[in-house]
């Protein structure tokens, strides 16, 4: 979506260049002005919705690694508690 709007964005503003090119000897700069309006506009769009999409995004859940750390770590308590009741 937001790659859409920014190749949207790029042809209006070059749209818009095109047309103040072609409006500076008549000083009829409306059109131009609107598609350069138009590519602001989708430009910034794009921006926001790419942000509002990375924040929305799930945190990824915790490593497989960490689990295991954690899993080793209360195998060794048991263990130490197993050897305290055995002495």
Known sequence: ???FLFLC???SLLLSAHKFSLAEPSGQYKGALF?????IQLLITGALISEHQESQTPKSPPSAGKKDDK???VSRVNASKEQEKES
Request: avoid cysteine; hydrophobic fraction near 55%; aromatic fraction near 8%.
């Open 1 to 3: 979506m937001r790659t």
């Open 9 to 11: 964005s790029a042809l």
């Open 35 to 39: 598609f350069l309006l138009m590519g």
């Open 71 to 73: 899993e080793a770590g």
